[in-house]
């Protein structure tokens, strides 16, 4: 798997857009990016991913550059429970299993 | 809620002991995955079990071994703990076709003295 770069962290303030940047200028044509997080004492949580395409759910957003190298996770409205762990993940789908190669992701402290 | 649990939620163990962490992945997912996660680092992947069989492991040692069963749950089990051993150990459960996300558990905080 690629490996990934994130800044150790970053504040933002509550309501205010959070935008999380991930380098992962070695990514392959057939990983895809993946972001989860994870708040504090409990198990990491799925947010998003994507392939090249940018991808939005009710949770975030994903904006991966053209040529994959990088991509950005925007949370629209930050909120207090937003604060955690963002980890950026890039992987290879397979057709079995889940391995998850974490780095040290970016610590999100949203302020009021 | 995730669907995935883990038992027991913290657990105290002597050094040179053995000790077995149980999951119960979210219902239909038939691959599960253990992670340990020491004390400020991202999680480390130890191993995953699909359909009973070990499929992919991380750079653990044998003393690291675990069990899915016919209703995929599963076990991890730790024997000769050591001090470095002391993390919380962290359950994830997917479907096994693609690219799906996975769903992880709260974790059991094992500490080792």
């Known amino acids: 798997d690629a490996k990934t770069t994130q800044p150790p962290s970053m504040d933002c303030a509550e309501g205010r857009a959070a935008n999380l940047p991930c380098n992962h200028s070695t990514i392959s044509g057939n990983e895809y990016v993946y972001w989860y997080r994870q708040i504090h004492s409990q198990g990491p949580q799925y947010i998003i991913h994507g392939l090249k395409n940018n991808e939005t759910n009710e949770m975030a957003s994903l904006i991966i550059t053209e040529d994959r190298k990088s991509s950005t996770l925007i949370l629209p409205h930050a909120t207090l429970r937003d604060t955690a762990v963002y980890y950026c993940?890039?992987?290879?789908?397979?057709?079995?299993?889940?391995?998850?190669?974490f780095g040290g992701g970016t610590r999100v402290l949203v302020k009021p | 809620e995730t669907g995935v649990t883990q038992s027991p939620t913290h657990l105290i163990k002597t050094r040179g002991q053995q000790v077995t962490l149980r999951c119960s992945s979210q219902?239909?997912?038939?691959?599960v995955s253990w992670y340990q996660q020491a004390l400020g680092q991202g999680p480390q992947f130890i191993f995953q079990?699909?359909?009973?069989?070990?499929?992919g492991r991380g750079n653990f040692p044998p003393r690291f071994s675990g069990l899915q069963f016919p209703n995929y749950s599963s076990e991890l089990n730790v024997n000769a703990l050591e001090l470095d051993d002391s993390a919380l150990y962290l359950c994830?459960?997917?479907?096994?076709?693609?690219?799906?996300?996975?769903?992880f558990g709260q974790g059991t905080r094992l500490t080792v003295v």
């Open positions: 994830a459960s997917s479907l096994a076709l693609g690219n799906t996300e996975a769903f």
């Open positions: 219902s239909g997912h038939n691959t």
């Open positions: 993940i890039v992987r290879v789908a397979q057709a079995a299993g889940n391995k998850l190669t």
């Open positions: 079990y699909y359909r009973e069989e070990e499929n």
